[in-house]
T-cell receptor, first 115, second 113 residues
Framework: EAGVAQSPRYKIIEKRQSVAFWCNPI?????LYWYQQILGQGPKLLIQ????????DSQLPKDRFSAERLKGVDSTLKIQPAKLEDSAVYLC?????????????FGPGTRLTVL | GDSVTQMEGPVTLSEEAFLTINCTYT??????LFWYVQYPGEGLQLLLK?????DKGSNKGFEATYRKETTSFHLEKGSVQVSDSAVYFC????????????FGQGTELSVKP
């Protein structure tokens, strides 16, 4: 079974530029999560999708971050414009459903450096 | 709000030593508790979980017991190996929040031969 795919693996941009990350979840998984992991901290949820609908985006900085999952499969997370404090690893995870006991499977992450 | 606190790292042990990584939590509901592990160069993966008080999760020689009275979920292993070197994350999920995980800050473990 293929795991969660993310691209790119690494990205370096200058502040005020824009960047996009892509995630393809495990086939058949209805729930998709984007987490932000700043160096030395645990991952923090940015946004959660159930199929193509948003379940929780309470911690997404909506003035600069956006995300979509148009067909209920793959997803894109965008930052525009980027700030220095956005430097982090962006993790995508998926699970079969949105129940607390459904195991979340994580992708390898995209490491973003903002200069 | 809900939160998880882990012991600070890095933790350095010799092979075959006993491991304890402390984890305590604060939650408004009745959370499920998890330990995730991140090996060098790899993504996060579930190590073990427990869903109610006094449950013990176990996997690969690691164990953790859900202690409601002390709001703790400490990770233990009787004899660590070099291959256990990784970053360990304690996390919780509350049932009415759609599966969202709240993580601790992670504890880096380094095992020397």
């Amino acid at each position: 079974e293929a795991g969660v795919a993310q691209s790119p693996r690494y990205k370096i941009i200058e502040k005020r530029q824009s960047v996009a990350f892509w995630c393809n979840p495990i086939s058949g998984h209805a729930t998709l999560y984007w987490y932000q992991q700043i160096l030395g901290q645990g991952p923090k949820l940015l946004i959660q999708f159930q199929n193509n609908g948003v379940v929780d985006d309470s911690q997404l900085p909506k003035d600069r971050f956006s995300a979509e999952r148009l067909k209920g499969v793959d997803s894109t997370l965008k930052i525009q414009p980027a700030k220095l404090e956005d430097s982090a690893v962006y993790l995508c995870a998926s699970s079969f459903r949105d129940r607390e006991l459904d195991t979340q499977y994580f992708g390898p992450g995209t490491r973003l450096t903002v200069l | 709000g809900d939160s998880v606190t882990q012991m600070e790292g890095p933790v350095t042990l010799s092979e075959e030593a006993f491991l304890t990584i402390n984890c305590t939590y604060t939650a408004t509901g009745y959370p499920s508790l998890f330990w995730y592990v991140q090996y060098p160069g790899e993504g996060l993966q579930l190590l073990l979980k427990a869903t109610k008080a006094d449950d013990k999760g176990s996997n690969k020689g690691f164990e953790a017991t859900y202690r409601k009275e002390t709001t703790s979920f400490h990770l233990e292993k009787g004899s660590v190996q070099v291959s256990d070197s990784a970053v360990y994350f304690c996390a919780l999920s509350v049932g009415n929040q759609g599966g969202k995980l709240i993580f601790g800050q992670g504890t880096e473990l380094s095992v020397k031969p």
